[in-house]
C-alpha cells in the first residue's frame, strides 16, 4: 500500500487518497458547490426562456399567472421554508453528535417535502382537468390564450423539473437518515449530511425564485 | 473542517425572517406597482435566497475564498446568459 | 462524388452528417483528451495519488458507456436528421426520427462531462503534492482546468435544452413553435450558449497537449508561461461571450450582432498569443523530430489557418456570404480535426510509453504523422475555395461545377483514413512487441516522467515533494521525497 511509512490511526472514514480528513471534507464541500452551480445553469435556461417570453407577452404571462392557485403556492413556500429551517437543524444535530435529534429533523424534513409534492399533485391534477397542460387538450379563455399556453409550458416545465429535484432531494434524505440510525455521523464525519443540505436548501432557492414569478405575477386589487 | 456551529437561535431567526418576506411579497404583488413590481418581487426572492445562502447554506461561516468564487461565478454566468440573451431581444425593435 | 447524389438519397444524407457531427463533437472530441489523458495524466502530474473523486470519475465512465449505447441505437434504428444543431422547429415539430433518442444520448453524455469537469477543478484544486503550487503547473493540468470550468458552466444549459426539445416533441408544448407564439431564435440561443463554449472544451485539452511536446521536443521551457496561463482561463471566460455569431443570418438585432462580432475577435487574441508563445518556446531551442512534434508542428499550422478563418466569418459583411457553405466546415475542420485531432493522436504518442510501457515504432509514426497532414489538407482546403465560390453545406446535391474539388475533398479523405488506421495498426502491435519504456523515455520534465511506465496503483512510490519550476529542461533535478 503506497502510504507513508507509518500508517498512524485514522477516522474510519477516510478514504486513502485523501491526505487526511481535512482535505477530503474541504473536496468534499467544494465539490458540491460545484455540482450546485450546474444546476444554477441547468434551471437558468428555463428561467431564461420565461424571461424572454413574459417580456414577449405580457398580458398573457398575467393571465396564467391569475389561473394559478395563490393558495397552493403560498402554502408550499412556507412549507419548503420550515423544511429548510428542520435540514438546517439537522446539519447542526450532526455537527454536535446528536444522533437521535438528527434522525427526526432528517424524517421530518422529508415529511415537509412530501407534503409539497402531495400539494403539487393536487395542483396538478386540478390544471390537468382545467385543461391548462398544453397540447391538443389546452383551452384557456383569457386576452391571450395562445401565448398563455406558452406561460403554462413553462409553468410544467420548471415546476415539473424542480419537483423531480425535490423528489431526488427526498430519496437522498432518507438514506442519510437511514446512515443516521445506524450511527454513522458525527462530530468527526458529518460531510454527507451538510452536502445533503446544500442540496436541499438549492431546491428550496429555486422555489423562491418560482413563486413570485409563476403565482404571483400580477394579483392587483383590480383584478 | 472547523465547523462554526452556529446557534438554533440564529436559524430560527432566519427562519422566521423568511416568513416575513413570504408574506410581504404576496401581499405587495396585490399592489399595482406597474413595471417596479416584476423588480420588487426578484429584489425580495434575492433577500429570501441570500438569506438561505448565508445562513442555511453556512456560507457566512465558511473560511474558503474559493467557495466563495464557485458561487459568485454560477451567478455571473447565469447573468451572461440573461443579459447577452435579452441583448438580442431587447434591440430587435431598434431599427 | 458526384454532383447528382447518386451514393445516398436525401434523407440519407441528413442522417449521415447529422450523425457524424453528433457523435464527433459529443461522443469523441469532448471526451477525448480528457478521459483518455486528463484522468490518467492530471493526478500525476500534481503529484496525488488519485483524483478526487474516483467513483463519481467511474460513473463517469458508466455514463459515457450508456450514452454510447442510446447513440449506437439512435444510428442502428434510422438515426436523427436534424442537423447536429437540433434547430427548431425542424426538431420539434416536422421530424419523425429519432430526435428524441439521440437527444437523450447527448443528455446523458453531458452529464459524463460535467462530472469530469467537477472532479478535475476539485482535483486541481485540493490535491496538489506539497510545493506544487498553481504557477508550477504543467500547462496540459491548467488546459483541462480551463476546460473543466467551461464543461461545467456550459453543458447544463445544453442539457435543459435539448429536454426541452424533448418535451415538445413528446407534449406538443410549443416553447419554440413559432405557430404557438415560440421563437425558434430561443432555441438557438439556449443552443448555442453551450455549443460555442464546447469548441473550447474541444481545443483546449490539444493545446495543453501541444505545450507539453513542444517543450519537451524544444528541450526547452514553454515560453511566457503566465501569458500561456491567462490565455487559457481568457479564452474559457471569453468563450461565452460570442456565442451569437452563429447566429448572425437568423433573426438576431443587427446591434447584437456587432456586439457578439466584436466579443468574437476579442476572444481570438488568447489563441493567437499560445501560437505566438509556442513559437517562441521553439526559437533556439534544440528540436527533435519525433512523431509527437511532427503533430504539434501540424496542430500550430493547421489550428492557425483554422483560427485566423474564423475571422472571417467573425465578420458580419462575409459570414453573410460564406455562412452555412462549406467555408465554415473547412474552418471548423481546421480546428477540430488539423489542430485538435493532430494533438490527440499527438499526446497519445507523446504518453503511450507512460501509458502501455512500451514503445511504439517510431518510424511509422512519423510516416503516419505525413500521410495524415497530408490527407487532412487535400480533404479540407478545396472545401474553403468551394464554400468561397458559394457552395451550400446539408445539401445531397450540388452544382456540377463544383464536382472537381468534391472529388479532390474525397480523395484526400482516403489518404487520410490510411493516416489514421496506421496508429491503430501499431499501438496494438507494440503492447505486444514494442521496446519496453523506462520511466522517462523521452527525456522530458514533469513528475509523470519520474514514475514508472506504467505508474504504480497509486502513481508513485512516496508522495513527491516539488522544489523545482515547470519545464525545468536543462537543470539537474532530484526528486525529494516526504520523509
Known amino acids: 500500500m503506497s502510504h507513508s511509512p507509518t500508517v498512524a490511526p485514522h477516522n474510519p472514514a477516510l478514504q486513502h487518497h485523501f491526505a487526511d480528513m481535512e482535505q477530503q471534507q474541504e473536496a468534499s464541500m467544494m465539490g458540491m458547490w460545484v455540482f450546485l452551480i450546474t444546476e444554477i445553469m441547468f434551471f437558468g435556461g428555463m428561467f431564461l426562456a420565461y424571461m424572454v417570453y413574459r417580456y414577449m407577452y405580457y398580458a398573457a404571462f398575467v393571465a396564467g399567472s391569475r389561473a394559478m392557485d395563490f393558495w397552493y403556492g403560498t402554502i408550499n413556500t412556507i412549507v419548503l421554508i420550515c423544511s429548510s429551517l428542520t435540514m438546517a437543524l439537522a446539519v447542526r444535530a450532526s455537527q454536535v453528535g446528536q444522533r437521535k435529534a438528527l434522525v427526526v429533523l432528517l424524517i421530518v424534513t422529508m415529511l415537509f417535502g412530501c407534503a409539497f409534492m402531495g400539494i403539487k399533485a393536487i395542483e396538478y391534477t386540478g390544471h390537468w382537468r382545467d385543461h391548462q397542460f398544453p397540447g391538443a387538450n389546452f383551452h384557456f379563455d383569457g386576452p391571450d390564450p395562445q401565448h398563455t399556453e406558452i406561460f403554462f409550458s413553462l409553468y410544467w416545465a420548471m415546476t415539473g423539473f424542480h419537483a423531480l429535484h425535490m423528489l431526488i432531494g427526498i430519496v437522498v434524505v432518507g438514506f442519510i437518515a437511514f446512515y443516521a440510525w445506524r450511527g454513522r455521523y458525527g462530530p468527526d464525519y458529518h460531510n454527507p449530511v451538510e452536502n445533503v443540505g446544500l442540496y436541499w436548501h438549492f431546491v428550496d432557492i429555486v422555489w423562491i425564485y418560482l413563486y413570485p414569478l409563476l403565482y404571483l405575477i400580477s394579483h392587483k386589487h383590480t383584478g | ?95 | 462524388m458526384t454532383p447528382a447524389g447518386d451514393l445516398v438519397q436525401a434523407d440519407t444524407y441528413n442522417k449521415l452528417f447529422t450523425m457524424h457531427g453528433q457523435v464527433m463533437v459529443f461522443f469523441f472530441l469532448i471526451p477525448a483528451v480528457p478521459a483518455v489523458l486528463g484522468n490518467f495524466l492530471i493526478p500525476i502530474m500534481i503529484g496525488a495519488k488519485d483524483l478526487a473523486f474516483p467513483r463519481i470519475n467511474l460513473l463517469s465512465w458508466y455514463l459515457y458507456i450508456i450514452c454510447g449505447c442510446f447513440m449506437i441505437y439512435t444510428i442502428l434504428t434510422g438515426g436523427a436528421d436534424t442537423g447536429w444543431t437540433f434547430y427548431t422547429p425542424l426538431s420539434t415539430s416536422f421530424l419523425n426520427t429519432h430526435v428524441v433518442t439521440a437527444a437523450v444520448a447527448i443528455f446523458i453524455a453531458g452529464f459524463s462531462s460535467i462530472l469530469t469537469g467537477l472532479n478535475f477543478i476539485v482535483t486541481v484544486h485540493r490535491m496538489r503534492a506539497p510545493g506544487m503550487t498553481w504557477s508550477r503547473l504543467p500547462l496540459f493540468v491548467w488546459a483541462n482546468y480551463a476546460t473543466s470550468i467551461i464543461q461545467v458552466l456550459g453543458t447544463p444549459v445544453l442539457a435543459i435544452t435539448l429536454a426541452l426539445v424533448a418535451l415538445e416533441r413528446l407534449f406538443h408544448f410549443g416553447i419554440f413553435d413559432p405557430q404557438k407564439g415560440g421563437d425558434p431564435l430561443l432555441f438557438q440561443h439556449l443552443f448555442w450558449f453551450y455549443s460555442h463554449p464546447a469548441v473550447y472544451i474541444m481545443i483546449l485539452p490539444g493545446m495543453g497537449v501541444v505545450s507539453e511536446i513542444v517543450a519537451c521536443f524544444s528541450r526547452k521551457r514553454v515560453f511566457g508561461y503566465s501569458f500561456m496561463t491567462l490565455a487559457l482561463i481568457a479564452i474559457a471566460v471569453f468563450g461565452f461571450l460570442v456565442w451569437a455569431h452563429h447566429m448572425f443570418v437568423a433573426g438576431i438585432s443587427l446591434y447584437a450582432g456587432l456586439a457578439f462580432s466584436l466579443l468574437s475577435y476579442i476572444v481570438a487574441v488568447p489563441s493567437a498569443i499560445k501560437v505566438f508563445n509556442w513559437t517562441a518556446t521553439m526559437y533556439k531551442g534544440s528540436i527533435s523530430y519525433s512523431t509527437p512534434m511532427l503533430y504539434a508542428f501540424g496542430f500550430i499550422g493547421l489550428f492557425t489557418m483554422g483560427g485566423l478563418t474564423g475571422l472571417f466569418v467573425a465578420a458580419l459583411g462575409l459570414d453573410v456570404h460564406v455562412t452555412d457553405t462549406y467555408f465554415v466546415i473547412a474552418h471548423f475542420h481546421y480546428i477540430m480535426v488539423g489542430g485538435m485531432v493532430m494533438a490527440y493522436i499527438g499526446g497519445l504518442h507523446f504518453w503511450w510509453p507512460k501509458i502501455s510501457g512500451r514503445m511504439y515504432p517510431e518510424g511509422w509514426g512519423r510516416l503516419a504523422a505525413l500521410i495524415i497532414f497530408i490527407g487532412f489538407n487535400l480533404t479540407f482546403f478545396p472545401q474553403f475555395v468551394l464554400g468561397y465560390l458559394g457552395m451550400p453545406r446539408r445539401y445531397w446535391q450540388y452544382s456540377p461545377e463544383y464536382q472537381v474539388l468534391n472529388v479532390l475533398s474525397t480523395a484526400g479523405s482516403t489518404i487520410l483514413a490510411v493516416g489514421y488506421v496506421l496508429p491503430m495498426i501499431y499501438f496494438l502491435w507494440s503492447m505486444r512487441y514494442g521496446k519496453v519504456a523506462d520511466e522517462n523515455p523521452w527525456g522530458a520534465a514533469g513528475l509523470e516522467w519520474m514514475t514508472a511506465s506504467p505508474p504504480p496503483t497509486f502513481n508513485f512510490d512516496e508522495t513527491p515533494e516539488v522544489t523545482w519550476e515547470a519545464y525545468n529542461y536543462g537543470e539537474q533535478k532530484e526528486v525529494p521525497v516526504e520523509p
Do not use: E
Not at chain 2, 20 to 43: C, H, K, Q
Open chain 2, 1 to 95: 473542517m472547523s465547523a462554526h456551529i452556529v446557534p438554533k437561535k440564529t436559524y430560527i431567526t432566519v427562519w422566521a425572517t423568511l416568513m416575513i418576506l413570504t408574506v410581504v411579497t404576496a401581499v405587495v404583488s396585490r399592489i399595482d406597482l406597474g413595471d417596479l413590481s416584476a423588480i420588487v418581487a426578484l429584489a425580495i426572492a434575492s433577500c429570501k435566497a441570500l438569506l438561505v445562502v448565508l445562513f442555511f447554506m453556512g456560507v457566512k461561516y465558511i473560511n474558503q475564498r474559493m467557495t466563495i468564487v464557485v458561487i459568485v461565478a454560477g451567478i455571473f454566468w447565469l447573468a451572461i446568459l440573461m443579459v447577452l440573451s435579452m441583448a438580442d431581444y431587447g434591440t430587435r425593435l431598434w431599427s
